[in-house]
């Protein structure tokens, strides 16, 4: 009897406390719960593609499984089947469906591709939005760029994030952007539940210094709300003075303390730390220099948690130089922020022709015949030339484009500075010419890296030898000249409206064989073309050498005539015009380019010239010449023009198209030389 009686009081226990555990609230996710990307898997509908039927245009940036955009695969190539590439459209939606209503929704992410050389950028105005029940959908905000975030490890693959300081619950959430360019590769969208943790600083001048986990780059005067309004979530975030008071008026000031507490009760806190706020009020006048200057003269002691604000010259410790720098700051005639806020100055530095003056740029960059290089088969579809060079290892890829040639990639140079690449690899380097069948007709774009072009034959020779190199993946070849011969034949629209290539036998109007001749930081390249095919061709403005170049290498031009006379030096805009419509300094009679950067990359110079200048510049007869485009946000490039400049509009007819006779053999030789 006793023994039924305690099973029952037990029993009812039990009960008793289930049934309280159902009345409780849920409690928050812990701190150690992780995000979970409840995105994974579930469909979608989604603007039109770049590319909707499988059967056109061999590329892979189409849905070819309809679930790229939430199957978990991230950005990883620039090109690959990974990314849903968007064109023809100044708007774009993604909308994805949850499958019920999820609630404990904190976080949302989109990845995009950066990638200005190919026309691919980032979307403008990104926005996320949910609905309950597909039809009425309330804005949840705007996500933030992780890039952007100081110490961010700069890659092509932007993830935008938008963190909510309060969860939401919904079953659809919809992604819209406006095009950012030609292209927008967009490679996933994900839905997260759980806690988000971070202290990161998304917009303005704070930054977290993770080697003493301090945060810095705050300017004195900034006020509380403008520093918590840079973090990524405000969720559990508190500034707490030097006395451990909550903050939430008045200066941000040194001795400050940044506080975020987790669900578990556990906390991050950051010290804050504002360059010259030597006695922590948050302003810096007079009476911090004078501290700095007792403390250099050893009257006095700056607490050890202020003696990093007390670091002017971010020296390996406080000496009279942080002293004199601040004395400045406060006299008006030094400003010690102004190298900690990364500010572009676009005002340029004008006249920069004794600049280039002054430079060693003779005419001493001879046809080079020997230098050791290491060639390699790095993949199925690309090559690489490596060799040692001015200090460094200089890096030059050949990669198979997606309608079969083969073209020039990056030009990378890693030394004792670190890594720099000059040519990202993602434009031509080669030739590209506007042709039609006749006069009246619209020209498309032919050769180079706009297709109308197929593979004949590929060989790679020693050389110096003459012997034929034949390399599987992942096998490599010593060689001290490297001889690259490639024959295609050139089409006028292979493809035709639908995007298919076809190469119709009917649509060739010549041959060309491609002969490059690789040595150390020297390419030269000679084209013969054999207008074989019993048909004229008519030609607008075209190109028959370029060099794109990033800006931060290749910010300047000099153009020389053939005499070696200086025509001018163009500077172009730190960061150009994302829609490929800046300016084009052109006109420019020149057999020869010298090309260099800036912000201590001026060592590393580019020698761009034709050898052949009455074939490969038509002598001239054109009003474009030689060109200097400032292309896009990122990069410039370089163009040697021939025949004049017709109708600029694709497939458009022209009057001033000039023609090349069938039966027509034509050279053109150019060079391009990296020097220091």
Partial sequence: MRMKRTLCLVLFAVLAVASLLQALPALPASAEEPLVNIARGCSYTSSDPYILDLDKNPGTYRDKKYNELTDGVKGHSLYGPEWYAYNGANAYTVTIDLGSVRSGITRLAAEFCDNNGAAVYLPVNPKFAGSTDGKTFTDIGKPWDAMAVKGAEKT???????????????????????KGGFFVFLSEVEVFTGY???????????????????????RAGTTVGEFLSQLNTRSGVTLLDAKGNAK???????????????????ATRLPVVILGDVNGDGKVNATDYMLLKRHVLRTYSIPEKNRKAANISASDGINATDYMLLKRHVLGTYNIYGNSQGATDEGGRGDVTSEYRNMDTSDNIETLTSHA???????????????????GTLLLTFYRTGWGTYNLGKWQLTDGDGSHTFIAGATDWEYVYRV?????????????NHANEKLRSLHFYDGKTNKELSLSVGQSVS??????????????????????????????????????????????????????????AYYDTSYTCMFPIEKLYGLYCAFLDGKENLLSVVETL???????????????????????GYDGREKYKFDVRVLTPDTSCNNFDNKMKVSFWDMNTTTNKIYFSKFPKGNYAAGS?????????????????????FYE
């Fill in 479 to 536: 060689v001290d000249n490297l001889k690259i011969v490639e024959e295609t034949t050139l089409y006028w629209d292979p493809a035709g409206s639908d995007g298919k290539y076809n190469y119709s036998e009917s649509n060739r109007y010549c041959d060309a064989v491609r002969t490059y001749a690789i040595v150390g930081p020297q390419i030269r390249l000679a084209v013969d073309y054999d207008y074989c095919y019993g048909k004229d």
């Fill in 248 to 266: 939430t008026t008045g200066l941000v000031a040194t001795g400050d303390v940044l506080e975020k507490k987790q669900a578990s009760g556990s």
């Fill in 653 to 673: 007819a022209g009057s001033a198209k000039q023609k090349i006779s069938a039966g027509s053999q034509i050279h053109t030789e150019c060079q391009w030389t």
């Fill in 574 to 596: 730190k960061k150009g015009d994302p829609t490929y419509n800046g300016k084009q300094y052109d006109g420019n009679a020149a057999e020869r380019c010298v090309v260099w």
């Fill in 196 to 218: 988000v943790s971070d202290l990161i600083f998304r917009e303005g001048d704070a930054y977290r210094d993770t080697s003493d986990n301090t945060v810095c780059g705050l």
């Fill in 156 to 178: 092509a693959y932007h993830t935008y994030y938008l963190d909510l300081d309060q969860s939401v619950s919904y079953r659809y959430i919809r992604l819209t952007f406006d």
């Fill in 436 to 448: 039609a069948p006749s006069a009246s007709a619209g020209w498309v774009w032919s050769g180079g």
């Fill in 373 to 391: 290089m290491t060639f390699s088969r790095t993949a199925e579809t690309t090559y690489s030339v490596t060799c040692q060079t001015y200090g």
